[in-house]
């Protein structure tokens, strides 16, 4: 399993663009990105995944470079109720090279404020 | 469609008491997951499993055990309640094998666990 180092907390402003980058420097090549949002006192979910260049849906913008070595989460426009922790994993969606497993870590403590 | 639902929200257990939490999906997921997260943490995997009948450790099985009987089903059980396993429970299934290799976790609400 590729590991990945993300920043433990980040602040921003209401309005503001808020990117947070996600280092993967071992992902092998059919591992996809995936980026989840947790809010207090709940379960994560799902925002958006990416194998490589930019995919983009109504929550946010994901940025992978060429050589698929980090990505880059993009909020665009937060408001107070993206305060929350985003966790950024790498792996085979299929299974077939990581067991199946699914290790989120300590995620980015994002901050919003007025 | 319920989606992913535990049993149960809350429990107090004293040290030493054994319990099960259940948790149960309608989404015909082949995998399904048990965490844990304590307060300011992240989530760590306790064991998971990739099938009916299957089950695998994580990143802290210890002082859990886990059953799959039923592909719907997932349950994790706790034979003696340590203070150290006070902790907050979820539990999720995944999505795979879908168009253009997307897949999603779907997590249940919680299980609040304090073990006095």
């Known amino acids: 399993l590729a590991k990945t180092t993300q920043p433990i907390s980040m602040d921003s402003y209401e309005g503001q663009e808020v990117n947070i980058t996600c280092s993967h420097n071992n992902i092998a090549t059919n591992d996809y990105i995936t980026w989840y949002q947790q809010f207090p006192s709940q379960g994560p979910r799902f925002i958006i995944q990416?194998?490589?260049t930019k995919v983009t849906n109504e929550v946010a913008s994901l940025f992978i470079p060429a050589d698929r070595k980090s990505s880059t989460l993009s909020l665009p426009r937060v408001s107070l109720s993206d305060t929350a922790v985003y966790y950024c994993?790498?792996?085979?969606?299929?299974?077939?090279?990581?067991?199946?497993?699914?290790?989120f870590g300590q995620g980015t403590t994002l901050q919003v404020k007025p | 469609n319920a989606g992913v639902t535990q049993t149960p929200k809350f429990r107090v257990l004293k040290t030493g008491q054994s319990m099960t939490l259940l948790c149960a999906q309608d989404?015909?997921?082949?995998?399904m997951y048990w965490y844990r997260q304590d307060p300011g943490m992240g989530l760590r995997l306790i064991h998971y499993?990739?099938?009916?009948?299957?089950?695998a450790k994580g990143e802290v099985p210890d002082g859990y055990n886990v059953s799959r009987l039923k592909k719907q089903n997932f349950l994790l059980g706790l034979e003696s309640a340590a203070p150290s396993q006070t902790s907050v429970y979820f539990c999720?299934?995944?999505?795979?094998?879908?168009?253009?290799?997307?897949?999603?976790?779907?997590f249940g609400q919680g299980t609040r666990l304090t073990v006095v």
């Open positions: 994993l790498v792996g085979d969606p299929d299974g077939s090279s990581n067991t199946g497993k699914l290790i």
């Open positions: 989404m015909n997921h082949e995998y």
């Open positions: 499993s990739v099938g009916e009948g299957t089950t």
């Open positions: 999720a299934s995944l999505l795979t094998g879908v168009m253009e290799g997307r897949t999603e976790a779907f």
């Open positions: 990416g194998y490589k």
